[in-house]
Nanobody
Framework: QVQLVESGGGLVQAGDSLRLSCAAS????????MGWFRQAPGKERDFVAA????????YYADSVKGRFTISRDNAKNIMHLEMNSLKPEDTAVYFC??????????????WGQGTQVTVSS
C-alpha cells in the first residue's frame, strides 16, 4: 500500500529554518506530482507548494513564496520542503500528498499523517 511519511517538524523561533521530508513507498514515485499542504488549528487545510513528477516545475502559495523551497529526489523516493525565515503564522500541521499524472494544486490521491511545525515569536 501507498505510504507517505513526513518528518522534520518541530518547535522553532521566528526567523529560524526547518527542513521537512516526505518519504514515499508503495508507488512509482517518479510518476506522481507531489505537494505540501498545511492546516493551522481551527482552519482549513491550505496548499503550500507543489512539484511536478520530474521536478522541473514548482509552484508556491503567495504566503511562502521566496521563503520555502520544494524539491524531490526520485532516486530516493523522497521530497523535501526547506522552510526559511519562519513566522508564527507558519505554525501548522504540514502534510505531504501525491497525485498521479496530471498537475493539480488541489486534488491529491494520497496523504501523509502530517508533522507539526510550531514557530514561536
Amino acid at each position: 500500500q501507498v505510504q507517505l511519511v513526513e518528518s522534520g517538524g518541530g518547535l522553532v523561533q521566528a526567523g529560524d529554518s526547518l527542513r521537512l521530508s516526505c518519504a514515499a513507498s508503495g508507488l512509482t514515485f517518479s510518476s506522481y506530482v507531489m505537494g505540501w499542504f498545511r492546516q493551522a488549528p481551527g482552519k482549513e487545510r491550505d496548499f503550500v507548494a507543489a512539484i511536478t513528477s520530474g521536478g522541473a516545475f514548482t509552484y508556491y502559495a503567495d504566503s511562502v513564496k521566496g521563503r520555502f523551497t520544494i524539491s524531490r529526489d526520485n532516486a530516493k523516493n523522497i521530497m523535501h520542503l526547506e522552510m526559511n525565515s519562519l513566522k508564527p503564522e507558519d505554525t501548522a500541521v504540514y502534510f505531504c500528498a501525491a497525485r498521479y499524472g496530471t498537475w493539480s494544486i488541489s486534488h491529491y490521491d494520497y496523504w501523509g499523517q502530517g508533522t507539526q511545525v510550531t514557530v514561536s515569536s
